[in-house]
Structure formats: C-alpha cells, structure tokens
C-alpha cells in the first residue's frame, strides 16, 4: 500500500502558548538545541508543542529527570502521546503522589502512555496503580468483582465509575506487557461489561426485579474491545409490571452512557431488542417470543447465534433462549438464505468502506470476512455438529477445524488472521479510545502503531497484514462466494436433501421424481449415502458442504446419461473407493465439465465402471487429472484410460475392443 510521506502528527489536547524561540539560529552546544535534535531522533513530528511539554513537566519533577524521560521515550510506541500524557498527570493543579518518580515507576508510566493519547484519562486517578509492578498480577483475578458502596445513589454511581475504569485500566496494561493475548483482552472486557451491568442494575435497586439482560454482538460472543459498543435488550416476566423494570433499564442506560458528570462507561445499543426501535422498552418474555416467530429469519438466526443472558431473574427466560438457539441451528440452512447471506455481503463490499484497502472491519480479507465465513458454517453444519455452536468466533474456528468442516492449515490460518486483526484494531482504539476500524493514513501514526504492534517500521506491519487478509480472502471465496452461483428456485429442492438432517419426504418425492429414476426413493437412498457416508472415515462437513454446491449439477449429469441407475450407482461406488470425497466434489464443483465426463462414464459401460473400481490405482490416476485442474475431455480421458490400463492383460483387451 502505497502511503504519503509526509508527516502531519495530531495535536495533543491542551492549549499551547505562543512560542517565540527567536530568529536567530541555536549555537550546537544550546540545551535547547540539544533536545529538539533528541526529539528528532525520537521520531516526534510536533517538536514545539513537546519542548513545552517537557518544560512544563521537568518543572514539576526536577530539571535532574530530563535524561531519565528521554531514555524512557525510547520505548514508547508514540514519543508525542507520551510527552503530551505526561504533561497532563504530572502538571495539573492537584499534583501527582511522588512515589511515580521511584525507580521504575515514571518509565513504566512513560511506556503505557505511548500507547495513544486516551491512555493519560484512563490513568487519571491512578497513578500508584498503573506504575506498580503488581498491577498485571493474578490475571486470572482480572477482572475483579466489585464492591461498591456509597451513601446515596449517585455517590454509588461515582465509585461504579472508579472501579470500571480501574479495571480497565488492568486489560489494557495486561495485554501491552503480553500478560493477555487478543482473545483473553476480549474475554476479559466482556467480563467487566457483564460485571457492570450487574452493578449498574444494584445501584438503581432493580437487581431482585424479575427481569434479565440478554447481551448480543461482541458482548454476547465475549470479544469485545477497548471501544465497543455493548448491543443488548432487557426482557421481563409476563406478570411484572413495565413501570418498575423501565425506570431501572432508563437509569441503568444514564448510568453507562455518564452519570453525575462522570465519564461515559459504554454506548450501548438497543436496536436488536423484540420489536426493534418501535417495541416496548423492557418486552415481556411472551411478547418476545411473539414477535420473534413473526419476523424471525435469516438475520434473526445470525443476530442470535452470539446471544447469551447475562443477568437473569425471570422464569420465562432459559426457555425462551432454548427455543432461539433451535431455531437457529434445527432447521437447514438452504439455497435461498446461503444467496441472500452472500447478497448481504456483496452490498457490504460495495460500500466505500468495503472498496477502502485501509479498512479493518469491512474490507478485503477484514474482519467481516471472517465472521461471515464462520457464522455461514455454523449455519450450514449446527444442525448436526452442536460443538460449533456458540458466539465466540476463536472457538468456533477451533471447532470448525477438529470437525473437518474447515482443514487444518485453513483453521490455523483463519485463526491467525483473526487475531491479527483483532490486535491491530485493539491497539488502533488504543490510539484514540474511539471506534476505528481504519489503518491511519498519517505515516507518524501509522509507524508509532507499528511500533506498539513489535515492528521496527510501517512497511513490515503492512505485509504482515496483507498476507493475511490475503490467506483469508481465499478461503472465503473458495468457501463462501463461489459456491452455490447461479442456482435458482428450481434447484433448492436438490441443496435441500444434502444440508437437512431430516429433509422432508414431500421435497424427496419432488426432487428424485423429477430425475428419470426407476425407483426414485432408492435412488434417493443411495445417493443419501454420499452426504451421510456409512463409512466412518469418510463422513465430513466439509464433503457435505461441496456435495449441496455439486448436487444440482450432479443430478442433471445423471439424468442426461444412457442409464441414470447405473450412473448413480457407479458414482457412489467410486466416491466410496476413492476415499477423501470433500477434495473430490470441491474439484467437480469447479470443473462441472468433469463431473459430466465421470457420469456419463459410468452410465455408458458397468463393465468399464467394474473395471475401474477394482482397480483402485487407476482410478486414482485419472481422477489426478481432475484434482490437478488440468483440462478433460471425453476424448483425453479416454486416452488416460488406455495408458492407465498397460499391463493389465486381459481387460485391457477387452476394453480396446
């Protein structure tokens, strides 16, 4: 990616005075000289508004620290944010507890700080806490349950606002010394935001009302980040009354969003409730579920497969929640929802920020890329693999890999990449502790997010990336976007009897009726075997995935041979003998020519099919022409059979004949 080089740099916040450092040129030996020349080295692209910083903050401190905080700046990710976060804990009008300035403290403040601007906010108020040694300590205890006391409610409020910034505050610091990877920071968020709503609801005295918080997105999948927004609904009883349960949701939601002139703790998002932005503020659990079989569908199904209650004080609620997830999973996932989710994201790719390289979320082999291939394959394979179940995408792809719906190298790949992504947007929020799924176009920026990241420079993050969104581009398409194209209402019978469990004997009859079979419900039997294998070994999601984008195809292949029997019969024996199906359907899927070539082969001749079969190693010798992608013909496979069949005597006579 090609970047501008040159460096703008975003003022820190504060108001800077005037400087009149005069017109005439420093002597070398100038103590102000010296700095700007250290600051140069240091990579900072705001010199003056940092030789004011670090005046300001050498006054407070002792000119005698000067050598300390620039040897400190030499580790910090953005020397800038640093200075500029310095100058505001360190210069205000309260002062600062001098024990920052111990050994070890002031640099690890320095450090943390250089993470972006937002982190000098976070650590207002605990300066002891951030710079102690201990404060990552005991991970498995972050984040701590709160204890929050208080004489009235909004001094209750106050301490809530502590604690959660607090605690926060440890995630961060647990994931920039590699305490956390990517995965736990997510796990852990989501613990603090669960803790809080809990706190929030036992502040404003509504924790023994009979009502629950059921959280969805991020939240309910537990991977939230440092500036997410938190997408929920409250739900109650059917016999409590709306008043009480809305006054505690309207004061829980004033409570998130700032309370008291305290800093906001979340936005939160009640558009995916029951009834959307038009239904009741806190439905009532028939209500929900009422609503729920109205317009339930393909978004209903994604929206909730990442939903999970985080407070419950109703009865209504574990039911409702164990009908949604069967709704989700027990019906098949079919030709018209598959197009109408690849739909969906050929309009998000379309959009600017799709089209935008720079974009972490929507773009190329982003973010979206992975949860939309992961939420496809659950969809696909729920119905029967219930381990894949679940919100969290890192377990989901663990999951996908140890069922074979996804390989080993694809797992590990999709895995990497996710994380990788999910690092980078964690410490780009970082930056600004706002919502920023951009790479940042100014190369200051971009190189101190480099640096937070463990790279020496922009261009090395920048390949590190692209290889990835790249590894994970390609298996969505091959996946996801090239399959099931161009099929129509007439082939959703067909999809169907592969991806349903239990297809309905109405589609069969319709579907195998309409294929000039002599017997159509043993031919549907028979071809049954191919998507539920009685071999062991040969049952695979990912074989039953190809096999539904296959199946149309197959079917009219086989109806168009001299004997559509013997053809269907002959294929699964092949399919059977061949072994590793999934590899086999995906290269037919995508030469449907071959697929033609193979049908009408083993509907021509049961003695050449016979022969082959029982010689499994020319079998497997011209289905290598298939799995290599090299182009068939009637005429070339023909030719392969006959250099395939040197040395075998006397059916080979026989078949030259």
Request: hydrophobic content about 35%; overall charge negative; charged content about 25%.
């Amino acid at each position: 990616m090609s970047r501008s080089s040159t460096a703008g740099g975003k003022a820190l916040s504060g108001n800077t005075p005037d400087l009149d450092l005069g017109s005439s040129r420093p002597h070398p030996s100038d103590p102000e000289q010296i700095r700007r020349q250290s600051f140069e080295s240091l990579g900072i692209t705001t010199p003056d508004r940092a030789m004011w910083n670090l005046r300001n903050v050498l006054r407070e401190i002792g000119e005698d620290q000067e050598q300390r905080i620039f040897d400190a700046l030499k580790s910090a990710s953005d020397a800038d944010a640093s200075l500029g976060g310095l100058e505001r804990l360190l210069c205000g009008s309260l002062g600062f507890p001098r024990q920052v300035l111990d050994p070890g403290r002031l640099e690890r403040l320095i450090k943390i700080l250089g993470s972006g601007e937002p982190m000098a906010e976070l650590a207002k108020g605990h300066l002891l806490d951030v710079t102690s040694p201990g404060f990552t300590d005991d991970p498995d205890e972050i984040p701590h349950a709160p204890a929050i006391g208080g004489a009235d409610e909004t001094s209750r409020a106050r301490a809530l606002n502590r604690w959660h910034r607090r605690e926060q505050l440890r995630i961060v610091c647990c994931e920039l010394e590699g305490v956390f990877d990517v995965e736990q920071t997510g796990f852990a968020l989501s613990d603090l935001a669960d803790h809080t709503i809990r706190c929030a609801l036992d502040v404003l005295g509504g924790n023994d009302l009979p009502m629950a918080v059921v959280a969805l997105g991020k939240w309910g999948g537990r991977e939230l980040n440092f500036s997410s927004d938190i997408d929920l609904y409250f739900i109650r009883d059917d016999k409590t009354p709306a008043g009480p349960c809305e006054a505690v949701v309207r004061g829980v939601l004033r409570l998130l969003t700032g309370y008291a002139g305290s800093i906001p703790l979340y936005r939160t998002d009640l558009r995916l409730r029951p009834g959307g932005i038009t239904g009741p503020l806190v439905p009532t659990v028939s209500q929900a579920r009422a609503e729920f079989h109205a317009v339930a569908g393909t978004w209903e199904r994604i929206v909730h497969i990442r939903s999970r209650a985080v407070h419950d004080r109703t009865r209504g609620l574990p039911r409702l929640l164990a009908e949604v997830e069967h709704f989700v999973y027990q019906r098949p996932f079919d030709l018209d929802e598959i197009q109408r989710l690849q739909g969906w994201k050929e309009v998000l790719e379309s959009s600017p920020a799709g089209r935008d390289s720079a974009e972490l979320k929507v773009g190329w082999g982003g973010i979206r890329d992975v949860e939309y291939l992961v939420q496809f394959l659950q969809l696909l394979h729920g119905q029967v693999h219930e381990s894949i179940r679940g919100g969290n995408v890192y377990h989901a792809l663990r999951r996908l890999g140890a069922i074979g719906a996804l390989t080993s190298t694809e797992s590990a790949r999709v895995l990497d990449g996710y994380r990788f992504l999910r690092r980078v947007e964690h410490h780009r929020m970082l930056q600004h502790r706002r919502q920023s799924f951009s790479l940042p176009e100014d190369p200051a920026q971009f190189r101190a997010l480099a640096r937070s990241l463990g790279y020496d420079n922009s261009d090395d993050l920048q390949t590190a990336l692209d290889r990835r969104r790249d590894r994970i581009r390609s298996i969505l398409e091959s996946l996801f976007h090239d399959l099931f194209r161009g099929y129509g209402d007439d082939q959703a019978g067909e999809v169907h009897v592969i991806l349903a469990f239990r297809p309905e004997q109405e589609v069969i009859d319709r579907v195998f009726g309409g294929y000039s079979f002599r017997d159509p419900g043993k031919a549907y039997r028979l071809l049954r075997r191919l998507a539920f294998p009685r071999q062991a070994g040969l049952r695979s999601p990912r074989a039953r995935h190809h096999l539904a984008a296959l199946f149309p195809v197959l079917l009219d292949a086989i109806r168009s041979s001299p004997d559509p029997d013997q053809a269907a019969l002959m294929f699964v024996h092949c399919v059977e003998t061949l072994g590793a199906p999934a590899i086999f359907y995906q290269q037919l899927t995508e030469n449907p020519e071959t697929c033609q070539i193979f049908v009408d082969l083993f509907g021509q001749s049961r003695y050449l099919s016979e022969l082959l079969l029982n010689h499994a190693g020319i079998l497997d010798e011209v289905v290598d022409r298939v799995r290599t992608n090299q182009p068939t013909t009637d005429e070339s496979l023909m030719e392969e059979f006959r250099s395939s069949l040197e040395g075998v005597k006397d059916e080979q006579q026989i078949f030259l004949q």
